[in-house]
């Protein structure tokens, strides 16, 4: 990582964390469900999000507050999307990011509303953000909303679970990544766009940046779910192929996965460069995403 | 029920229901979660939540289609929070409405996931209503998420269950109920003052009334759950007294939570008296109320 987005990413992520905590904190709630939404919202995780969210405003030389409130809700469906993946019903994972999972420590019912808490409290966050116009509020709500639900995240995550009784060919499983992993990372980067008025040029530039983005960030993962190690992860490495999973290298080979995995790196470097300002910060984002080893 | 209220609810059901399916089959993603959504969406229920956010805009001579947008999305939370309920890991319930539940039909992982997709699609559908003012829709989207999450609904799920473990105190007994069925039905009310432009006081009257409307529907839901029959309800009768949850009969006997039942009803009719417009029609609905036999 260079010296420049490590310096970002220390400098942002104290204050994209504390912004996050309290927005969930001065939720009124009963308290088991309060410490069971912020158990998982403190677990940790690289916070990718949120951080594009701030770079993509600092792109557009736009830094402000309201970066971490938007930030702050797609961590919080991000992370109330993995309380209930890791329930055994759907993935049955006792450790995520080297803790144990939400309904290890809370039980199952407690999991299952902790994570409809948070997805219904990110909506409102947005409607309540003071320093944006109300316009833009309504965008970014409905963004979330796309992205979050049947049409984004929550539908890859149901095309994915399709790709466990059979092996998907590559649009099938291009189309998972696009929907499971993609729609969020999209609105993070897309929602920068909007908190900057940014042009509508640049925000074709940076949705396609987002779309190769997303599917880079998902082969990697699918490359380290073998290459890495449980305790790099922080969380259970070989389940896939474990699994009998639809993955880029059970589809491509690890040599294909990593091929692919360029072309998509070079394509978005290239979005970047129809960018009317300067990309370093977004292109070096790029290079951290697809080079990372946890 | 009295014939006036009848025609009421004969008129604007269809409606409610085909302009609700109408919003969610128009949604992209997986079939088989579209199924899901649609499923529990088109298993019936009584309406009542989007029958409240009718009867207050015709309270105030401001019937607007946008009533039966407002009315889908509360019943499209209501919808997964009972599809929640149901899994294994809360109620384990297998009849719902006289059907079997989502998770019997289509699994327990696709019936979490199509919760998490109506519960964020609700917010979107707010966001994108074209006929009523910015404001107006981050006002309900707050309130929404308000009466869904934490503070509302989910937190009062959560206060469900920590009564199933020890005897709630009646002052318990309410905080749970005002949230669990009351935050919800309050939204309904308070929704349809917001697209009729109510007066303040005229919202001070109706969030009274509605206060009261979601104790007695409740304290009428325990009653039933003891007089009823599965047949009648759809559900599983008796189940209350065979878990020992605790319950206004449990708490009061069944003569005390009739008594108490008759307080709310009388308290609801008497906050409408200070309504500025006629109310008889929501007087006859908190009649129905209290009265229903299912």
Redesign the interface.
């Known amino acids: 990582m260079s010296a420049r987005l490590q310096d970002f990413i220390e400098e942002h992520i104290p204050n994209i964390e504390s912004h996050m905590y309290g927005l969930v904190k001065e939720?009124?709630?009963?308290q088991?469900?309060?410490d069971s939404?912020i158990y998982s919202l403190e677990a940790g995780g690289k916070r990718i999000r949120p951080l594009f969210v701030a770079a993509v405003c600092h792109t557009f030389n736009q830094p402000r507050q309201a970066m971490y409130t938007v930030g702050a809700t797609v961590e919080i469906?991000h992370t109330?999307?993995l309380i209930?993946d890791d329930?055994?019903?759907?993935d049955n994972d006792d450790l995520r990011r080297g803790k144990p999972t939400n309904h290890k420590v809370f039980?199952?019912?407690?999991a299952?509303?902790a994570?409809?808490?948070l997805?219904?409290?990110s909506?409102?966050?947005?409607?309540?953000m003071e320093d944006v116009s109300?316009?833009q509020?309504?965008?970014l709500?409905?963004m979330?909303?796309?992205g979050?639900?049947?049409?984004g995240m929550?539908?890859g995550?149901?095309?994915d679970?399709?790709g466990e009784t059979r092996q998907l060919n590559l649009e099938e499983l291009e189309n998972v990544h696009i929907n499971k992993t993609g729609a969020l990372l999209r609105f993070s980067i897309e929602s920068g766009a909007v908190l900057s008025n940014a042009t509508k040029d640049d925000r074709e530039a940076l949705a396609e940046y987002a779309h190769h983005m997303g599917l880079a960030f998902q082969i990697q993962d699918d490359i380290l779910d073998i290459e890495g190690t449980s305790e790099q992860l922080g969380k259970t490495a070989g389940k896939d192929v474990a699994s009998d999973k639809s993955t880029y290298p059970a589809l491509l080979t690890i040599e294909g996965a990593k091929s692919k995995l360029e072309d998509h790196y070079q394509a978005a470097v290239d979005a970047l460069k129809r960018l009317s300002v300067d990309s370093a910060l977004l292109q070096e984002f790029a290079t951290y995403i697809v080079r990372r080893n946890k």
Do not use: T
């Open positions: 939720v009124a709630g009963p088991a469900l309060k939404m469906i109330y999307s209930h329930l055994p019903c759907m039980g199952e019912a407690l299952v509303l994570g409809d808490a997805n219904s409290l909506f409102g966050i947005l409607a309540r109300s316009e509020r309504l965008e709500i409905r979330l909303s796309e979050a639900g049947s049409e929550v539908g995550q149901v095309l679970m399709e």
